[in-house]
């Protein structure tokens, strides 16, 4: 059974950092699209940036370019989150979802989610 579980989530004033961890277990992370999704209330849940396990490559929404960055590491099983500059707006639940990637466009449809990490940022 695959299971995801995010960490590193907080309160943290504007313009500090946070690092987010997604821990996997019950997959190997081999050939894999690994996303970042955020959830305000009352918006939708929106793709944040996205990493493949073959190949390094990395999506970031405009939003956040600039600021976060998305890595990896294989041997732990987990990928991370590093938000930089923080802005109120950031403000969201943060939530790791994976997928198989086959093929060379980011997938639409992730198949394993986490339970998420709340991330607040005040002003």
């Known amino acids: 059974q695959v299971q995801l579980v995010e960490s590193g989530g907080g309160l943290v004033q504007a313009g500090g950092s946070l690092r987010l961890s997604c821990a996997a277990s019950?997959?190997?992370?081999?050939?894999?699209?690994i996303g970042w999704f955020r959830q305000a209330p009352g918006k939708e849940r929106e793709g944040v940036s996205y990493i493949s396990s073959s190949d390094g490559a990395t999506y970031y929404t405009d939003s956040v370019k600039g600021r976060f960055t998305i890595s990896i590491d294989k041997a732990k099983n987990t990928v991370y989150l590093q938000m930089n500059s923080l802005k109120p707006e950031d403000t969201a639940v943060y939530y790791c979802a994976a997928t198989e990637l086959w093929g060379t466009k980011w997938p639409t449809k992730y198949d394993y989610w986490g339970q998420g990490t709340q991330v607040t940022v005040s002003s």
């Open positions: 019950g997959v190997t992370l081999d050939y894999y699209a």
